[in-house]
């Protein structure tokens, strides 16, 4: 099973470097650092001053190496959907992809000083939250799962970097039966994704 | 779990629908999406939606809406959302007269559209939940549980179906088991009242005081113990039925209280001062003679005039013994479901054996035995040995008990009730079980007689 990374120009290595070693140790795979992404065109919108999740997702899709078994777009850009004010990620649920912005799990962003150590935990859950999302998983009732939607920073603080009870069993049991089907020899993501 | 809930996003523009169907997924609805108004009455013809997200303007077909209205002639309790980028207040006052539940302005925080999805779907919960049971409760009272092919008991269904919608009160009389509260409860979902509230009170269950405030209810300090206000029965019914049991056992005082409430309609709290106004219907039964009561001084005649304005008498069972099949069958198809048990039918000489029974207890003491036979039993039909708890008393037309000199009846159904507490050792459950009474009646003959607890 291979999970890649793919930043989005203005990730530091350093929150990558954390991204990879927790997605290899959690889902005991392979994982791959994919080239960075320029901004894609026309995905800032002037007027909300932020970038469309949708068009970064557009431009990404096409970058998955044939074999990974799924995605994870990583930016600092502030993203929302157009519904949507801002949202933290996208995923497409059992879909190959997913979309995380980083810009709003900075203390910075809302005028505190910087925290480093808060900064990577609440990363790290989000990371688990999104890619969660891509193996099948939908949102929890249990406001400590990482798999709880989070509408605010202070959500993402109150989950626990890891799976409830159920949630972790939901996954495994996926992950299980996707590893069967890579070493059937269909390995490709299951979703057709949006 | 959410995948029980359908949204369909409908909007023109394919990155605001599909954006927004795969936020919502996250959540785990199963979520379609359309381009179009048209597309999504289409859509609505072949599934029902629990909740419609529809884009104000759609040009250039019908716009969200003309839209809502079309969906709302398919499915009238269908949520719907009206969403739009550029707001004004006409078009927002326009929506909501329209009948959609919510109107956002996009971009909306998603606390907002979160919030609203997760409390649309915790009153679509309730709203199901509330259908199921007032079905259940429908089957359960309504005329096909009381179960019947007796003239006697079709003119009752007649009559039921007539006062159904009056305010009158009724007088149920019938000796205990003959279904009373059955008929009451008929009484109250055949009319006008069926979405309000019955409440049931066996007068014979309580004393005198006791009784008075769960009637009437008291205000806080109004005797040692009401440590706050309480609401009584006759509010609690509001504009519903509240169902009098065991009238016949009221106490001479709580007689000249309950006549006063059906004459002026209206009543006070115990120690309050303020007057409230008695809306409910009043249903009462009792398994006494009331008029033999009247005359002998027992039960007030003003009253008895006042609670017997419709009557109806209940035939005992053996006045409708033709019913006996169809009630062991319906009983059979109802307790064998809940017992959890494969019972189907009752053997032709089963049949015979309980219709050649007397059952004093009438329907519910038929009720119980063929409870008793399903949990015992073993195959798919009840047949003779199953009932033979029934020989251990036998009443039916083989030996018969004879009564010892110069005992009167009253002495008899004491006597009776005294040997069976004794055998259960007080219990009354198992006691009026044996008997074939209901509980408050059991505590009406133990307060009749002074038997000593």
Redesign the interface.
Known sequence: MLICLLPVAGVADADLDAMERFVGLYFACETRRLPTLETPDGSHDAK?DQY???AIMRAALPLCPPGATRLLVVTEHDI????????FG????NGPAAVLSLARLHQGFHGLPEQRELFVERVLKEVLHELG?TFGL??CADRQCAMS?S??VTNIDVKRGELCAACAANLAERLRVLRRETAAGDGSPTGSG? | MNSTWKILVVDDEVAMRESLAAWLREDGYVVDVAASGREAVEMARGCQYDIYFLDLKMPPGIGGIETMIEIRKLQADAAVVIITAYATVDTAINALKEGAQEYMVKPCNPEEISLFVKRTIEVKNLQRENLYLRQRLTRHYSFQDIVSKNPAMHAIFDLIKEVASQRSTVLIQGASGTGKELVARALHEAGGRAARPFVGVSCAALAETLLESELFGHEKGSFTGANARKRGKFEAAGGGSIFLDEIGDISPKLQMDLLRVLQERKFFRLGGNEEIAMEARVIAATNRNLQEAVEKGDFREDLFYRLNVINIRLPSLCERREDIPLLVNHFIERLALEAGKPVREVSKAALKLLLDHDWPGNVRELENAVERAIVTARGEVLDVPDFDFLAQAPRGNGSRWSVPDGMSLAEIEKHAVESVLDRTDGNIKQAAEILGVDRSTLYAMIRRHNIPR
Request: avoid cysteine; aromatic fraction near 8%; proline fraction near 4%.
């Open positions: 909300r469309d999740a949708t929302f959907i157009p519904m949507l004010t801002f949202i996208q995923a497409q649920v999302h939908v949102h939607l509408i605010n949006s």
